[in-house]
């Protein structure tokens, strides 16, 4: 049975995308080297700090909560294979959606790929034509340039996402209502879980 670095499984409110709003299974893996400077999970980074945790526990745990809706991140969990922990959580009948930068190659079997892709380490072409969502973080007025280069990547039915870095969230905010208001096929993510304040 294959083990993962856990840094954390819990059951909350999914805050940001398409599915904002909706209670989830959260798994959070460790690992990550995309090293983004504005990452608000850097704990995650280093894998070896979390411990090796079965499939079978990490399903255990799921079992106390009635949602079937599974949210598998990070970290940036496709430095994993995904086949073992998403065949397990679809045979329990959960939705299996992932929330990743694109950097490595994709594994598992998904029912929502959240494309997030970052300067610092690009996506993988692969993924950017499987993507369901393509949410593009933004820290400054570049990034909605740099967001319209990724729409062009992305296939004609993937849902576009602007939100804005939470830490520039004063700044980005108003130029992101008026963008939206002007380029309306993109919709706005906020982070909802950060101000109703759960994890
Ligand atoms: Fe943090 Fe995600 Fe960037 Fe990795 S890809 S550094 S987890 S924001």
């Known amino acids: 049975m294959q083990t993962l670095p856990l840094m954390e499984s819990f059951y909350s409110i999914q805050g940001e995308g398409e599915f904002q709003g909706e209670a989830a299974y959260f798994i959070r893996l460790g690992g990550c080297d995309v090293g983004c400077f504005w990452c608000d999970v850097k704990d995650s980074w280093e894998a070896k700090k979390h411990p090796l945790t079965s499939i079978e526990s990490i399903l255990k745990k799921g079992e106390a909560f009635p949602t079937k809706l599974s949210i598998i991140t990070g970290g940036e969990p496709l430095m994993y294979d995904m086949l073992p922990l998403t065949t397990a959580l679809q045979t329990l009948r ?3 959606h992932i929330e990743t930068s694109g950097s490595y190659p994709l594994t598992g079997i998904w029912d929502w790929i959240c494309l997030s892709p970052k300067k610092f380490k690009k996506p993988l072409p692969e993924i950017t034509k499987k993507a369901n969502e393509l949410k593009i973080i933004l820290y400054n007025k570049s990034d909605f340039q740099w967001a319209e280069e990724y729409k062009k990547l992305v296939n004609p039915q993937c849902k576009l996402f602007l939100q804005p870095e939470w830490s ?7 130029l992101l209502i008026e963008y939206v ?15 109703i304040n759960v994890e």
């Open 181 to 195: 208001k002007q380029n309306p096929q993109w919709k706005i993510s906020i982070q909802i879980h950060k101000y």
């Open 168 to 174: 520039a969230k004063e700044k980005m905010l108003p």
């Open 94 to 96: 959960y939705r299996t």
